[in-house]
C-alpha cells in the first residue's frame, strides 16, 4: 500500500444537529420568514442540509424595528464594561461549541474541516474576545472622549469565511454599542443561524442582534432601509458599488470591504521553500475563496522556473476531496455559479496565451471542485492578471527590477493585500512603502489577527475593519451637548455577570 | 549495509568548481537561499496535524519500528546491557512474532564487539530484515579531541564489526567559519569508514543542531555534510537540548530532495533524541512522505535515533489489535 494515501480521517458529523428547517432570527427568538424558503446544500455532496427562510420587506422592517427598540431602550444604554461581559461570554461559547462550529462551516461552505477548526473559529472566538476588551475603552479608539454608537448597523456579509466575516462585523459593532441587523449569504446561513443560538445562550438582551437569510434581494432591503444608521458590507466590487450609490446622500455610515487581485512578490533572495509555502497559503487557502488571496504571483525572473518547478512539485501534495476529512487541503468549491465563474476565467487565461497546468488529483463525482491550477507566461494585459478569479487558480508574472515589481503590482484597480519575499530587511520596508494595499506581508500571507486593522484601497473598498481603526468604523466623535453631560452611568444590575 | 562509493569530494568538486576550501565553501554556503524560521516552524506544525488512522497508522507503527536504531550511549554500559539490547532489537515484541525488528543498534566503539556477537546470524542489513551495529564516534558527543584520536576511533569501531559510523561534526570549527576544516574531517573519516576489502562503512554525520543553534546554521551544515560525502546527516548526539525537532527534520529533509534533485543522489537523514511517542514519530513519516516522497521510508534513507520510542510503539501496536491499552508492565525493558 502506499502510506501517503492517508486512510479516510473524517471528522464526525455526531455532534452537530440541524433542524429540517430555520427561521429568521429577531428579537432573540426565531421566526418563520414570508418569503419563499430555500434549501441549503453541501457543496462537497450536493446533498440538502436544511430549509431557510427567506426574509421580504416586511420581514427587514421588523427585524431593524427589533435592533432599533433594544438600541434605545438597552445596548445604548448600558456601560461597555457590561456590554463587554456579553461578547466574552459569547467567546467563550464559540469556544465551547467549536467543533460543531467548525463542522458545520465545513459541511455547508466546503471548507477543509483542518481550516474550519484551526483557522475560521479560533479567529471567531479571538475577534470576540479582541472586542469585547474595547467596550469600556472606547475614549481611546481616536475620536475623543465618549465617543457615541451610531444606532442600528446593516450587515451583509459573503460565502467565503461564513461566521469569521459575521464576528468580524458583529464585535466591534455590539462593542461601540450598536445593535445589528445581519445577513449572511445565501449559500452559507448555517453557521450564522447556530450563532443566533449562541446570542440566545449568552441571554443577550432580545433585539441587540438580528440575524435575517435569504438572497441578495433582502440584502438590498436591509441596506436601503431608513432606520439603518450604518452599512458594513464584504463581497464584490460591483455590488459594493451599488450599495455605495443607494447610500449616497443619506446619514448611513459605509464601509466596504471589497474584491482583491493581491501580488505576491518574490524576490531571488527570498527564503524559498518558504515561500513557496507562502505562494500556496496565499492562493490555494480556502480554495481560493479569500479576498485578499495572493491571485498575482510576481517573481523575479532569475528564479521563475526555480520557483514554477518547486510549486508544481508542491502542489502535487495537496490532497483535494471530503472537507470533513482532517487530511483535506482543497475543498469544494462554494457552488456552481462560482465553479462557472472559476472555469470560464481560466478558460478565457488558456485563450490568452497563458500556459495552464493543472494539478493531477481526483475529482470526486457529485460537488462542485476545481483542481489547483497555475498559469505561467501571464502578463499584466491578461484578463487572468486582471480580474478577481475567487478560485484555486494563481497568474504567475515575471519581474526584472524591485521597480517593476512595484510597478506590476501597484497596476490593478483593486489595493487590498500584498505579500513581499525577501531575506533582506531593508527592501522588504522600502516596497512595503510604496505598495498600494491595506495589508502588506512580509514572508508570510494569510494572517489575520484582530489587533490588526484590515481594508483595502481603491476598488477594494473603504473603512478599516479590526484593531482600533475597526471600532472606530461604529463610532462617531461626541456630539458637543453629550460631550458636557456627566460619565455615562453604569446600568450593572440584570446586566451579564 | 555498505555505504556510498563515491570518491571522497567528488561531489563538492563537481559543485563548487574548485578546491574545497574555507572561501569557496563559504561562497557557496552563505548563497543558498535562507530559511525563514517562523515559516519553517508553521509548515512542521502544519504538516504534525495529519491525522493518520487505522491501515495507516498500522502500517506506520510498523514501519516505524523497522526505522528504529535502537540506542544505549551511556557510560555506564556493560557487555551484558548491550546483550539485553540486542535482544530487544531481535524481538520487540515477545507477544507477537510477526512484530518487525528494528533497523540497527546503536552503541559506543568499545561496544561493538559485544554487540555484533550478541546479534549473531541476525546482524546485516535491515533492509533485508537484519539488524545493523551503529558505533558512535569521533570522540562522541564533544568531538573534542585531536583528529588522529577521532580517526583511530573511527577505524576501531568499524574493524570491531561496525556497519555504520555516527560521527559528529566540529560545531566549534564550524561556528567558528572554518568550513573546510570540518569538511577535511568529515572527508578523513569517511577514509577511516573504509574496510580492508575496500567497501566503506555507513557514515552518518551528526550536526549537533541545538549547538548550531540557527536554522540558517543548520541548512549549512546539512549542505556541508552531503558535499563530504555523507550517507546520511543526523540531528543530534541526544547528549545535548533541544534534540531532534520537527522543524529541523524537515528543514535537512528539504536539503536531501534538493540535493537530490541536483545529483540524484539520495542522502539519508535520522533524528535522533527527543522522540519518544508514537503520535511524535508518526509526524515524521508523513514529514518524509511528502517533502522528500515515502520511498525514503526505508532503513538506508530514514532513521529514528531512539530509546524510549519503541516500547510506546509496541503499547500502540498492542491497542490496535486488542483495542485497549495496556501499560508499561507489558512490554518488556532492554
Known amino acids: ?497 | 549495509m555498505t555505504g556510498t562509493q563515491i570518491v571522497p569530494g567528488e561531489r563538492a568538486i563537481a559543485l563548487l568548481g574548485g578546491e574545497a576550501n574555507d572561501a569557496n565553501l563559504r561562497r557557496y554556503l552563505h548563497g543558498i537561499p535562507g530559511v525563514d524560521a517562523v515559516g519553517l516552524e508553521q509548515r512542521a506544525a502544519g504538516l504534525g496535524t495529519r491525522s493518520i488512522k487505522t491501515t495507516s497508522k498500522a502500517w506506520a507503527l510498523d514501519r516505524i519500528i523497522g526505522l528504529i536504531d535502537l540506542t544505549t550511549l551511556e557510560g555506564a554500559d556493560t557487555p551484558g546491557k548491550v546483550r539485553s539490547l540486542v535482544a530487544k532489537a531481535v524481538t520487540p515484541d515477545p507477544a507477537d512474532p510477526g512484530c518487525p525488528r528494528v533497523a540497527a543498534v546503536c552503541v559506543y566503539g568499545d561496544m561493538v564487539g559485544h554487540a555484533v556477537q550478541a546479534l549473531g546470524s541476525a546482524h546485516g542489513d535491515p533492509d533485508q530484515g537484519r539488524i545493523a551495529v551503529a558505533a558512535v564516534a569521533t570522540a562522541f558527543p564533544s568531538g573534542r579531541a585531536s583528529r588522529s584520536i577521532k580517526l583511530e576511533d573511527t577505524a576501531d569501531a568499524v574493524a570491531a564489526g561496525a556497519d555504520e559510523i555516527d560521527m559528529v561534526i566540529d560545531r566549534g570549527a564550524f561556528l567558528a567559519g572554518r568550513y573546510g576544516q570540518v569538511y577535511d574531517e568529515i572527508i578523513a573519516v569517511k577514509e577511516a569508514c573504509r574496510r580492508a576489502d575496500g567497501t566503506y562503512a555507513h557514515l552518518k554525520i551528526i550536526l549537533e543542531t541545538g549547538e548550531l543553534n540557527t536554522y540558517d546554521n543548520v541548512r549549512r551544515a546539512s549542505w556541508l555534510g552531503i558535499l563530504a560525502g555523507g550517507d546520511f546527516i543526523k540531528t543530534s548526539t541526544g547528549k545535548v537540548a533541544p534534540a531532534a525537532t520537527l522543524p529541523v527534520t524537515l528543514l535537512m529533509l528539504e536539503v536531501v530532495r534538493d540535493w537530490y534533485r541536483l545529483s540524484g543522489d539520495k542522502v539519508g537523514v535520522k533524528p535522533a533524541g527527543g522522540i519518544r511517542t508514537s503520535k511524535d514519530a508518526i509526524k515524521y513519516l508523513v514529514t518524509v512522505a511528502e517533502t522528500v516522497g515515502e520511498e525514503w521510508l526505508t532503513p538506508h534513507l530514514f532513521r529514528f535515533g531512539a530509546s524510549s520510542l519503541l516500547n510506546d510503539v509496541l503499547m500502540q501496536r498492542q491497542k490496535m489489535t486488542t483495542g485497549h491499552y495496556s501499560g508499561p508492565d507489558y512490554v518488556t525493558i532492554d
Open chain 1, 1 to 497: 500500500m502506499s502510506f501517503l494515501e492517508y486512510a479516510p480521517a473524517p471528522e464526525s458529523q455526531a455532534i452537530l444537529n440541524l433542524r429540517s428547517e430555520y427561521g429568521l432570527f429577531i428579537d432573540g427568538e426565531f421566526r418563520e420568514g414570508h418569503g419563499t424558503p430555500f434549501a441549503s446544500i453541501s457543496p462537497a455532496t450536493e446533498k440538502h442540509l436544511t430549509t431557510i427562510s427567506t426574509a421580504d420587506g416586511a420581514d427587514v422592517d421588523a427585524a431593524v424595528a427589533a435592533a432599533r427598540r433594544a438600541y434605545d431602550r438597552t445596548w445604548s444604554r448600558m456601560s461597555g464594561a457590561d456590554r463587554g461581559k456579553y461578547l466574552f461570554r459569547i467567546a467563550r461559547l464559540v469556544q465551547e461549541r467549536s467543533r460543531e462550529l467548525a463542522v458545520a462551516e465545513s459541511l455547508d461552505n466546503g471548507k477543509p474541516i483542518k481550516e474550519s477548526r484551526d483557522v475560521d473559529v479560533p479567529l471567531v472566538a479571538a475577534w470576540f474576545f479582541y472586542y469585547a476588551g474595547w467596550a469600556d475603552k472606547l475614549d481611546h479608539a481616536g475620536l475623543g472622549a465618549n465617543p457615541a454608537s451610531l444606532g442600528v448597523a446593516a450587515q451583509v456579509i459573503p460565502w467565503n469565511f461564513p461566521l469569521l466575516m459575521l464576528a468580524w462585523k458583529i464585535a466591534p459593532a455590539l462593542a461601540a454599542g450598536n445593535t445589528v441587523v445581519l445577513k449572511p449569504a445565501e449559500t452559507t446561513s448555517l453557521t450564522a443561524l447556530l450563532f443566533a443560538e449562541i446570542v440566545q445562550q449568552a441571554d443577550l438582551p432580545p433585539g441587540v442582534v438580528n440575524i435575517i437569510t435569504g438572497a441578495g434581494a433582502t440584502g438590498v432591503a436591509l441596506v436601503g432601509h431608513d432606520d439603518v444608521d450604518a452599512v458594513a458590507f464584504t463581497g464584490s466590487t460591483p455590488v459594493g458599488r451599488a450599495i455605495a450609490k443607494s447610500v449616497a446622500g443619506t446619514h448611513k455610515k459605509v464601509t466596504l470591504e471589497l474584491g482583491g487581485k493581491a501580488a505576491n512578490i518574490v524576490f531571488d533572495d527570498a527564503p524559498i521553500d518558504q515561500a513557496i509555502e507562502g505562494i500556496v497559503n496565499g492562493i490555494f487557502f480556502n480554495q481560493g475563496h479569500v479576498c485578499c488571496a495572493g491571485s498575482r504571483l510576481l517573481v523575479q525572473e532569475s528564479i521563475h522556473d526555480e520557483v514554477v518547478d518547486r510549486l508544481k512539485s508542491r502542489l502535487s501534495t495537496l490532497r483535494l476531496g471530503d472537507p470533513l476529512d482532517k487530511n483535506t487541503d482543497i475543498g469544494a468549491i462554494n457552488s456552481s455559479a462560482q465553479l462557472d465563474r472559476i472555469r470560464a476565467l481560466s478558460d478565457i487565461g488558456e485563450a490568452e496565451g497563458a500556459e495552464r497546468w493543472t494539478a493531477e488529483c481526483t475529482i470526486p463525482e457529485n460537488g462542485f471542485w476545481f483542481a489547483p491550477t497555475i498559469f505561467t507566461n501571464v502578463s499584466t494585459s491578461h484578463r487572468i492578471a486582471q480580474e478577481e478569479v475567487f478560485g484555486p487558480v494563481l497568474s504567475v508574472l515575471t519581474f526584472r527590477t524591485p521597480a517593476e515589481a512595484i510597478a506590476k503590482a501597484n497596476n490593478t484597480p483593486f489595493g487590498l493585500s500584498a505579500g513581499i519575499w525577501s531575506d533582506k530587511g531593508s527592501r522588504i520596508l522600502a516596497v512595503a512603502d510604496k505598495l498600494r494595499a491595506g495589508v502588506i506581508w512580509a514572508n508570510t500571507f494569510n494572517r489575520f489577527d484582530p489587533a490588526s486593522p484590515f481594508g483595502g484601497y481603491k476598488e477594494s473598498g473603504y473603512g478599516r475593519e479590526g484593531g482600533r481603526h475597526g471600532i472606530a468604523s461604529y463610532l462617531k466623535t461626541a456630539a458637543p451637548a453629550a460631550a458636557l453631560e456627566p460619565t455615562r452611568k453604569s446600568v450593572t444590575k440584570g446586566a451579564a455577570k
